[in-house]
């Protein structure tokens, strides 16, 4: 990937804009990710509205991003690393927003289960820990982004089949409960949605991971197996 | 005759396209100005009836490597061959000195970058090259004219003032006056020197518009300092650098992911 600075000094400031930018909405995506969790363990009601509230921060940002995007299109007509750049941000920005409003419907639901005073079932030790994987995989995705590291992108892709797994485990777990106590049901049904978030979260990183190797390799990854992402990402 | 099955819709094309077939090739191609070499080893395929751009910085030898194909550089002394340049189907060698000169004139025609229109009416400038070849019957002169202004798309300007001076017309008008004279003797190759640099940008867009519709008959090699038009009108770009070609491939490749970091710095303006 070229790393020089281009003659344009403000093509170069405009890039970099752009870059931070989609660090600062991963970093407070994160922030809410362990925000909701946090909140539909301790029913902290304040907590919860305050995730739900800084949504529209989430949403600010893809805008801002997008818009920004278009501008350089428009004003440099970038070519090769550069607009593969363009067109990764544009594309990583739109995962980034939806793992957004999973956590914010992970609080929306969390609040409900609160309010009405409905968590009977044994509070699941699983979301906790899938919430951190998920988050790690964010994380390592952001990383990657920001080190423009392909490797490491192709280890995220991979890390995705982890929380399929674990989101089916809670299935699994939720519907033991439900069948031994039918009053449980409706909080069960909720918490499947929050497994759910969680693991669209899942697919959303790996999504990012996929345009990582894309802005750094050139090469279209989505819907190849991941040997041929490995393949891939580490020419 | 059995009629071929429409075409299926392809599904996403992994493979690369096949190649298309060469109507010329350098081969070892080197040039010299008196002592100083200005082309180094040039190995390069034209393919048929595409657009190859040729882009670098000033003074890469782009605009030396194509006054090659039409032995331009014959016109001055001192200046050195060295290589091939094979024409096809024929297997001409153009640099060969025992071949004509003014039949590759014939058959590789040139645009330049400034109009030059001949102080001639719209007519005789078109009509100029067949008549150096020694046609004299008005009625052909007549329809190559008129075929050779419609391939230039100023026919339906100039139909009723064909007697009008070239002069007159205006500078996107005279470029495709130029294109038309060009066109005249049915050649096989266009080449085309930064043939918009000196016009407005919609005397620009329809110079480029005209090249898409000349390419289905043509095969064409222009050289151009503005990237963006060579990422909009060619099929294969040629990136050159002090003489040598740094890489050849199809524009997709070379604006999207080209394989040399030199040319990746040059068309993401790097270069520095």
């Known amino acids: 990937m070229a790393t020089a600075e281009h003659l344009s000094k403000q093509f170069d400031v405009d890039l970099e804009t752009l870059r931070s930018r989609m660090l600062q909405m991963g970093g407070l995506i994160e922030s809410q990710i362990l925000a909701a969790i946090e909140g539909f363990y301790t029913g902290n009601l304040k907590a919860l509205e305050q995730v739900i509230e800084n949504d529209r921060r989430v949403n600010a940002y893809e805008v801002s991003i997008d818009t920004e995007c278009s501008h350089i299109i428009a004003r440099r007509q970038p070519a090769a690393s550069d607009l593969r750049m363009i067109m990764g941000v544009s594309k990583a920005v739109t995962d980034l927003e939806r793992v957004g409003d999973e956590a914010k419907k992970i609080a929306v639901v969390s609040k409900q289960i609160h309010e009405s005073g409905r968590l009977q079932i044994p509070r699941l030790a699983d979301i906790r820990s899938a919430g951190s994987v998920v988050v790690g995989m964010l994380r390592k995705a952001l990383d990657a982004f920001a080190r423009l590291d392909s490797v490491a992108a192709a280890e995220v892709i991979r890390d995705d089949a982890a929380i399929d797994e674990a989101f089916r485990g809670i299935v699994r777990q939720l519907i033991t409960f439900m069948m031994e106590d039918p009053r449980t049901i409706s909080t069960a049904l909720e918490i499947v949605w929050i497994a759910r978030a969680l693991e669209r979260m899942g697919d959303h990183s790996k999504n990012l991971a996929e345009q990582v190797i894309y802005i750094v390799k050139g090469t279209d990854v989505r819907h190849t197996n991941f040997e041929d992402v490995e393949r891939q990402a580490s020419r | ?272």
């Open chain 2, 1 to 272: 005759m059995v009629a071929n099955p429409a075409p299926e819709i392809a599904p996403v094309a992994v493979a690369s396209a096949p190649v298309p077939s060469k109507k010329s090739e350098s081969r070892g191609l080197g040039f010299y100005y008196g002592s100083y070499q200005a082309l180094k080893n040039i190995n390069m395929p034209i393919y048929e009836k595409k657009v190859t751009a040729l882009i670098g910085p000033s003074g890469c030898g782009k605009s030396t490597y194509l006054r090659c194909f039409n032995r331009m550089h014959d016109l001055y002394p001192g200046n050195r061959y060295e290589g091939n340049i094979m024409l096809y189907p024929d297997h001409t060698d153009i640099l060969n000195p025992e071949v004509d000169p003014i039949e590759v004139r014939m058959r590789i025609s040139m645009v330049f970058q400034k109009p030059n229109p001949f102080p001639k009416s719209i007519y005789e400038n078109v009509a100029y090259g067949l008549r150096v070849r020694g046609e004299r019957k008005r009625a052909l002169l007549d329809e190559k004219v008129e075929e050779a202004l419609r391939g230039a798309a100023l026919w339906e300007e100039v139909k009723n003032r064909l007697d009008d001076l070239a002069f007159n017309l205006s500078g996107g008008q005279q470029q495709r006056l130029c294109i038309a004279r060009a066109l005249a003797t049915d050649p096989e190759m266009l080449l085309f020197d930064e043939p918009t640099s000196a016009l407005d940008p919609i005397a620009t867009a329809s110079i480029e518009q005209l090249l898409a519709e000349l390419k289905e008959k043509i095969t064409i090699l222009i050289v151009t300092h503005n990237m963006q038009q060579a990422a909009r009108v060619s099929d294969y770009t040629a990136y050159m650098y002090l003489g040598e070609l740094i890489e050849f491939d199809a524009t997709d490749t070379i604006f999207m992911k080209p394989m040399n970091k030199q040319t990746e710095d040059y068309i993401t303006g790097r270069f520095g």
